[in-house]
């Protein structure tokens, strides 16, 4: 009995590496981001179509833990003359994100995004409620927005 014991807890550790690297040869060893447009499009309908996108989930870890509440956080690039258009129906303010992609999950960013951006945002655009929360700023010289996201889709 004992040495099945044994045997059973070598066999579980060896599928953590088997594990691991299957992960790392699907993402890619120097990509620890997400590239998908469609959550997005779902998480902020107002910015519309999105033509590429760079964004992590802080439930995408190598933690083994689920985290309990959603934070996505990263950058999309807007289609041509979104930007413009959000412009022209809200009201922006030249303002910078606080922080510098301060949690665990978001590591894989800094260093990202556009070169000497110029962020802009609109309070209107921005939304803050019990359990939820989306900040965007955009850039309009790349036409990036750079988002940050509590529960986005609910």
Same mark, same amino acid.
């Given at each position: ?25 699907? #993402?890619?060893?120097? *990509?620890?981001?997400?590239? *998908? ?23 995408? #870890? ?49 260093? *990202?995004?556009?070169? =000497? ?10 939304? =803050? ?5 989306? #900040? ?14 509590? #529960?986005?889709?609910?």
């Amino acid at each position: 009995m004992e040495r099945r014991k044994v045997i059973g807890i070598g066999a579980g550790l060896a599928v953590l590496p088997v594990w691991w690297v299957l992960r790392w040869a699907v #993402n890619g060893a120097d *990509e620890d981001w997400r590239t *998908e447009t469609e959550p997005l499009g779902r998480a902020f309908p107002v910015l519309g179509q999105l033509t590429d996108a760079k964004w992590v989930s802080s439930r995408d #870890n190598d933690r083994g833990l689920p985290s309990p509440e959603l934070v996505i956080s990263g950058f999309a690039r807007l289609a041509p003359g979104k930007l413009a258009e959000l412009t022209a129906a809200h009201a922006f303010v030249s303002e910078g994100p606080a922080d510098d992609f301060s949690s665990w999950f978001e590591k894989p960013l800094k260093g *990202e995004g556009p070169e =000497d951006p110029q962020w802009v945002r609109s309070d209107e655009l921005d939304r =803050d409620g019990s359990g939820y929360s989306t #900040n965007l700023w955009f850039d309009r010289r790349s036409d990036t927005v750079r988002f940050r996201a509590l #529960n986005p889709y609910g």
